[in-house]
């Protein structure tokens, strides 16, 4: 039922408004109002984001201001926006909320730790992004919401309207506006739901390091010691799959905070990739979509509602979005202390690096400033072989400020905690990605424990040539060929050209950061000189 709530003061006259409304409610509103909203053999509530089915990068602008315009580094991620233009953008967004039979209000948080969080209220005109984001935010208990006051930051999503393409800055029908000043973000032209959670990132992003806080692109998980381990990973790396460990308790699988107490979850729940989900490879994620998940842009059997999660016929990013209390073993609230290890997760699709490796703190900050991984061919026109992608702190596309000032911080912390980093390769083994296979997923997960139970503690490593850290010559459960992918490749000579052109492109990528960067960080990059001559 719609509430007596007003959103005059925005400008939005609408007299219906769903404000936190219970999961049934919108439910019926989605299924009845929303055109492909289907209600799968599970109970989840299957939705379609229209023709974008991913965010977009390219689209996303900041308002320039003289208050912020000096921490930002702008660029072709951080992009420049006059407030003219943003004011422009922000009136379309109204004069569209303003033909709406109806309106939905999310009033959440963002942030578990009181002393860091901000409230956020979400304005939209789907059911499906209400739920999306009642799930991904830290929703208020009764008395929190009666007493909830203004919010520091609004996103006023009327994605289902365009952008204007000849107002000046705008390069298409979709704009994802920030203005810091304004504490506004608007959204036109895309209802990818994942732009509203990915707003809220950015401006933790920009916010916590003016507090000494360093934002993360990571998951994280608390074993039965107290002992926390954070997951850093690009799409595809496998840091939801693997922070979601029955023997640990999930802090959060996506966006996390370090502050001088211990870590935090930024999010009140998950956004599980869905491609090729299985019971038997990811248990915890598979028996969280049930009623209250919203799935998204999966292919689904008309009669049964039964979903085939291998098929990606609409799009390869099929996503699942549910609260963190879905996952059965979960750190409540999602608060631990300082992290004991720090996990670097990379897919690398060119079958070089290898399975598991320790770095030294000032590897840490070089892998972490440029944050690898590697597409696999086929997934984009055009590529026929794995293709490097490189993202600063893991996470380029949300970091608002210099990937350095967020290494110096990460620097700081490790070495005052005495935290250990691995360097841990999800990807290809045996070969490139065509003729190797993907590292089996229970020999990850069997290293990763290994990390946990410090079986790595008396091992003896052998130092990488070329990249410098320490590979491990034994792990258990784990066969010892596995963990030299020299030694795994038919072809030893190709296995070496390969390295080679890999060390090349992290040199090549990290030439952009070096002016800015401290010298030792700098040295602690790959050496390329003849390989195994």
Known sequence: MAQAFDLHKYGIEIEKIYRNSSVPVLYELGLRLEKGTAISDVGALMTYSGEKTGRSPKDKRIVRHQDSEKNIDWGDINIGLDEHTFMVNHERALDYLNTCDHIYVVDAYAGWDPKYRIKTRIVCTRAYHALFMQNMLIMPTTEELANFGEPDYV??????????????????????????????????????????????????????????????????????????????????????????????????DDEHCWTDEGTFNIEGGCYAKAINLSEENEPDIFNAIKFGTVLENVVYDENTRKVDYTDVSITQNTRASYPIHYIDNIQMPCVAGHPENI?????????????????????????????????????????????????????????????????????????????????????????????????????????IDAIHNKDFDNSEFVTDEEFGFQIPKSCPNVPSEVLFPRSTWGDKEKYDKTKSKLITLFNENFKQFEANVNKAIVEAGPNNYELHS
């Open 155 to 252: 996103i006023f999503n009327a994605g289902q309207f365009p952008a204007n393409r000849y107002t000046s800055e705008m390069t298409s029908k979709t704009s994802v506006d920030l203005n810091l000043e304004r504490k506004e973000i608007v959204i036109l032209g895309t209802e990818y739901a994942g732009e509203m959670k990915k707003g809220i990132f950015s401006v933790m992003n920009y916010l916590m390091p003016l507090q000494d806080v360093l934002p993360m692109h990571c998951s994280a998980n608390v074993g039965e010691n107290d002992d926390v381990t954070i997951l850093f990973g690009l799409s595809g790396t496998g840091k939801t799959t693997l922070s979601a460990d029955p023997k640990r308790r999930l802090i959060g």
């Open 343 to 447: 996990i670097f997760l990379t897919c690398d699709a060119f079958g070089v690096l290898p399975p598991v490796s320790k770095l030294t703190p000032e590897q840490a900050s070089y892998h972490f400033i440029s944050g690898y991984t590697a597409k696999v061919a086929g997934t984009e026109m055009g590529v026929t072989e794995p293709e490097a992608t490189f993202s600063a702190c893991f996470g380029a596309a949300f970091m608002m400020w210099h990937p350095n000032k967020y290494a110096e911080i990460l620097a700081e912390k490790i070495k005052q905690h005495n935290v250990t980093a691995w360097l841990v390769n999800t990807g290809w083994t045996g070969g490139p990605y065509g003729i190797g296979s993907r590292i089996k997923l229970k020999y990850t997960r069997a290293m």
